[in-house]
């Protein structure tokens, strides 16, 4: 018989970075927010950004609160990340992952992954719109391979879970 | 499903009880009772091989196919998955 496998403290480590992680992304949110809300002040984002006043500059800062826009439509896809995540976390905890609704967690967070990567693209294209010689913009954003791989993977990962509680429930109904 | 299990009519005929066969073929009486209600998904040739042979009858005795069975669970499941 297959012998239960040793506690691992990996699994109370990501309880606690995953936790750790919701409240960032939810100050994270905060903060654009609060970026949002100071930026209809262009006089202080020119001089935050050491800027002169010209329509480059103004082309700039309308660049810069666009990507904060969409910073924050991002923080509710990384919170449905990261609270799916949590809960698949807990059903391993509790010893029984292979639950359907594990594997619509998982789908969910597929979506959520893949728009973050839309997400991505159109922030990397309007910092390469707004960039300039005088003031580059350099946003870590854009396409990502290993970004497009993780959404494709947990698309599948969420499929293998679907298949697998039917299979588990099949072998439970087995006499 | 549309297969329906006869273990209750098997085990009638020959006068035992569910706990006797559980006994003799060596099973938990909790997996007799789900095949024997028809709640099992599938079953085993092991069980069938045991089963049949303390009964001292064929697999077909004890498996029927029965297509109406399977129209009547139709309605009653797409009701419950509304």
Same mark, same amino acid.
């Given at each position: 018989?297959?012998?239960?496998?040793?506690?691992?403290?990996?699994?109370?480590?990501?309880?606690?970075?995953?936790?750790?992680?919701?409240?960032?992304?939810?100050?994270?949110?905060?903060?654009?927010?609060?970026?949002?809300v100071?930026?209809?002040?262009?006089?202080?984002?020119?001089?935050?950004?050491?800027?002169?006043?010209?329509?480059?500059?103004?082309?700039?800062?309308?660049?810069?609160?666009?990507?904060?826009?969409?910073?924050?439509?991002?923080?509710?896809?990384?919170?449905?990340?990261?609270?799916?995540?949590?809960?698949?976390?807990?059903?391993?905890?509790?010893?029984?992952?292979?639950?359907?609704?594990?594997?619509?967690?998982?789908?969910?967070?597929?979506?959520?992954?893949?728009?973050?990567?839309?997400?991505?693209?159109?922030?990397?294209?309007?910092?390469?719109?707004?960039?300039?010689?005088?003031?580059?913009?350099?946003?870590?954003?854009?396409?990502?391979?290993?970004?497009?791989?993780?959404?494709?993977?947990?698309?599948?990962?969420?499929?293998?879970?679907a298949?697998?509680?039917?299979?588990?429930?099949?072998?439970?109904?087995?006499? | 499903?549309?297969?329906?299990?006869?273990?209750?009519?098997?085990?009638?005929?020959?006068?035992?009880?569910?706990?006797? @066969?559980?006994?003799?073929? /060596?099973m938990? $009486?909790?997996?007799?009772?789900?095949?024997?209600?028809?709640?099992?998904? #599938?079953? !085993?040739f092991?069980?069938?091989?045991a089963?049949?042979?303390? @009964?001292?009858?064929?697999? /077909?005795?004890? $498996?029927?196919?029965e297509?109406?069975?399977?129209?009547?669970e139709?309605? #009653?499941? !797409?009701?419950?998955?509304?």
């Open positions: 018989m297959a012998r239960p496998p040793a506690p691992s403290p990996a699994l109370p480590i990501a309880y606690v970075v995953l936790r750790i992680l919701i409240v960032a992304n939810w100050l994270l949110g905060v903060a654009i927010l609060a970026l949002l100071v930026s209809p002040n262009e006089r202080w984002i020119m001089s935050a950004f050491h800027l002169t006043p010209s329509p480059e500059a103004a082309r700039l800062v309308m660049g810069l609160r666009a990507v904060a826009v969409l910073g924050l439509v991002g923080i509710p896809l990384h919170y449905v990340v990261l609270k799916r995540l949590l809960a698949i976390v807990e059903t391993v905890r509790g010893g029984d992952p292979f639950v359907a609704a594990n594997a619509s967690r998982l789908q969910a967070i597929a979506w959520a992954l893949l728009g973050v990567q839309l997400l991505s693209i159109v922030i990397g294209t309007i910092g390469k719109a707004v960039s300039t010689p005088a003031h580059p913009v350099h946003l870590d954003a854009g396409f990502s391979i290993s970004g497009w791989l993780a959404v494709l993977l947990t698309f599948l990962l969420a499929r293998v879970f298949e697998g509680t039917l299979m588990r429930e099949d072998l439970e109904g087995t006499v | 499903m549309a297969i329906a299990v006869k273990l209750d009519d098997l085990l009638h005929d020959r006068r035992m009880t569910l706990t006797d @066969l559980a006994d003799r073929i /060596g938990a $009486l909790a997996n007799l009772s789900i095949l024997k209600t028809g709640k099992a998904r #599938a079953i !085993r092991s069980t069938l091989e089963i049949c042979e303390a @009964l001292s009858c064929q697999p /077909g005795d004890l $498996l029927q196919f297509p109406q069975r399977a129209e009547r139709r309605p #009653a499941k !797409r009701s419950a998955s509304r």
